[in-house]
């Protein structure tokens, strides 16, 4: 990547081709793969994806009505937050979208410390069939 932040910077002061006095990405997605290049990109679509399958499982699996409900509201919002920012930039600095991947991660670490042998241990992201071997104890 060019750097973080750097996007606007490399548009007014040195730009390739003429974008018409555009400077934003106006593109959250394109901001992130630009600042910080593809590695990052990626490792941060495989957090991204993971979130959202780990959520959606313990939506369909979990027993607790309450867990149920906050799993699919926090999926609703990550995918609604994978929409939106098609269209808009800037958000990197907005601390309600890392509260948002924050409260992901509680549902997440929730669950898992409510099942049986895992009881007491906040693990982290995990996959769905990980998930799904714990629930079968």
């Not at 555009?22 to 941060?44: K, M, Q, R, S, T």
């Amino acid at each position: 990547g060019i750097g973080a932040g750097a996007f606007e910077y490399w548009m007014t002061e040195r730009p390739i081709y003429y974008a018409g006095g555009i400077v934003n990405a106006h593109n959250w997605w394109l901001e992130l793969l630009v600042n910080y290049g593809v590695p990052i990109f990626i490792l941060f679509l495989i957090f991204f994806l993971g979130l959202l399958r780990s959520l959606f499982h313990i939506y369909r699996f979990s027993r607790d009505n309450v867990v149920k409900v906050v799993s699919l509201a926090t999926f609703i919002a990550l995918v609604e937050f994978a929409i939106a920012n098609a269209s808009s930039s800037g958000l990197l600095r907005n601390y309600g979208v890392w509260l948002l991947f924050a409260t992901a991660l509680c549902v997440i670490n929730h669950y898992r410390t409510q099942l049986p042998n895992t009881r007491g241990k906040a693990t982290g992201i995990c996959s769905a069939e990980e998930l799904a071997k714990t629930e079968e104890h």
